[in-house]
């Protein structure tokens, strides 16, 4: 509808984000009952562009952490900083993927950081829209996706520039 359309191009006004760059919002038709919308997605690139703008992000990193990688990971809430996270990774076969993470220093000092197991990331992805279909990033791109479902949930810790007022946001 010219209606979905119009509120998606807010939520990219709003944000200062281009519709359908990296980086940004995509513009993603769905069929709800017998008609087509338009969604406004914010991609977690999106997300962490609108967190830098709030001037107290220093630095923000995603993995994926293996079986053989050495992997220390603690919260201590004894210290200002919060998170103790140490990943070495493995050299040579790094065996299955276990997890994801992501972590995001500010410029005071303190790190904010989220990490989720194959679990997590998997029930993540069934909720999904097409997630089962073979268009789907999903089915091509998991690595990826797993980074980026742990940046989704990572922004939510982080102070941003803007709140996202209305669009899709998983």
Partial sequence: SLLSVLDALMTCARLGLEPS????????????????????????????????????????????????????????????VLVKLRHVPAEGERGQVVGAYAVAKLRNGECHAIYLTTEQIEKFRARSRGADSEYS???????AMAKKTACRRLVNLLPRFLEPTSGHVE
């Fill in 21 to 80: 760059e990296p980086g940004g919002v995509w513009l993603v038709p769905y069929k709800v009952k017998d008609r087509m919308i338009c969604l406004s997605i914010i991609d977690y690139r999106g997300l962490l562009d609108v967190a830098r703008r709030s001037g107290e992000i220093a630095a923000v990193h995603a993995d994926l952490r293996y079986e053989t990688d050495l992997w220390e990971f603690a919260i201590d809430t004894t210290t200002p």
């Fill in 137 to 143: 990033p999903w089915a091509r791109d998991w690595d």
